[in-house]
């Protein structure tokens, strides 16, 4: 028997296609809210000794959410994954009290367990062009090695998400002076093209064994499938094993790197948050390390009710 009632069930059930329909959420992100959402489900049914209709789960209290957080947090599940959990499930309620008519106090007012936020750690600039360099001497195959650095270098020269990268088709190339890009929650954004990008790629689809076709990835594996992003992830680790770079100096490393750089070169924090497709400019300012008060003069400047000087103090 289930310890999950069908009612509870088809509505995380109707949540999850709520939430895919108007957020726009992956597959991943789907998965990793079910799973959280049942198993605090289930804590919850086996917590008061019975199945737990939608009356009853409108009825959790404040110790309810007090022993799932302990039960939940161990030497397995540290603050971070349990913050993540307790999100998905006031989520899951916020939605749920809407629909159903109940007040969601006890679960919504439960705090997060604090956690040190890992910042990301962009490499030097100088860093990064020898990464660029290293990356092509990985491979012996000269297709694989022109592959390898046409990704890197759309990761460090556009910014792009490894999976943005990856997701790019035979229809893309050659390179445009701009790419229109599909992020995370299927926002679309427009990246422009750099000319060692453009060449980068071309280099590859010129030496690639593999046909181009429109609808196929543009970045194949050895054996022609689909390109999986653990073989950029390995040749950037022996790359930076032999380059002395600490193990931070991974994929993602370069999309921080590009927007670091960038920041200190003039760029506008604003048009840089743009180029990533973060939703916030606080997600922006953590991924360039920008101190508060770099953010406050583009708040000065370009908030239309900041047009007063800002007083010291």
């Avoid at 069908?6 to 789907?30: C, I, V």
């Avoid at 008061?48 to 599940?77: C, E, F, H, N």
């Avoid at 929650?185 to 990008?197: I, N, Q």
Wanted: include cysteine; glycine fraction near 8%; charge should be positive.
């Amino acid at each position: 028997m289930s310890l999950i009632s069908p009612a509870a069930r088809d509505a995380l059930a109707e949540w999850l296609e709520r939430t895919k329909a108007l957020n726009g959420a992956s597959e991943n992100t789907l998965t990793a809210y079910r799973r959280d959402v049942m198993d605090f489900l289930s804590f919850i049914t086996l917590h008061k000794g019975d199945t737990q209709g939608l009356g009853a789960l409108a009825r959790i209290t404040v110790s309810d959410m007090r022993a799932w957080m302990a039960a939940t947090r161990g030497p397995d599940l540290g603050a971070r994954s349990l913050a993540r959990k307790l999100s998905a499930v006031k989520s899951f309620y916020r939605w749920l009290a809407e629909r159903e008519g109940f007040e969601p106090t006890a679960v919504l007012a439960t705090r997060s367990p604090k956690f040190q936020k890992k910042l990301p750690r962009p490499l030097a600039e100088d860093a990064a062009r020898d990464m660029l360099a290293r990356v092509e001497l990985q491979a012996s195959a000269p297709w694989v090695a022109a592959r390898d650095v046409a990704v890197v270098t759309l990761l460090y020269g556009l910014g792009l998400r490894i999976s943005e990268a990856l997701s790019l088709t035979g229809r893309d190339a050659p390179l445009a002076d701009r790419l229109i890009i599909r992020g995370k929650g299927g926002k679309e954004r427009v990246v422009p093209v750099l000319p060692a990008a453009v060449h980068a790629v071309d280099e590859y689809v010129a030496l690639c064994p593999f046909d181009k076709t429109e609808n196929a990835p543009l970045f194949r594996g050895v054996r022609g499938g689909a390109l999986n992003p653990r073989a950029i992830q390995k040749v950037m680790e022996a790359a930076r094993m032999q380059l002395g770079l600490p193990a931070t100096a991974t994929p993602h490393a370069l999309r921080h790197s590009f927007a670091t750089h960038l920041l200190n070169s003039g760029g506008d924090l604003r048009a840089i948050q743009e180029l990533l497709g973060h939703a916030s400019l606080s997600t922006t300012q953590a991924y360039t390390g920008v101190d508060t008060a770099r953010l406050l003069q583009v708040y000065d400047a370009t908030h239309p009710r900041a047009a007063t000087p800002r007083k010291a103090g």
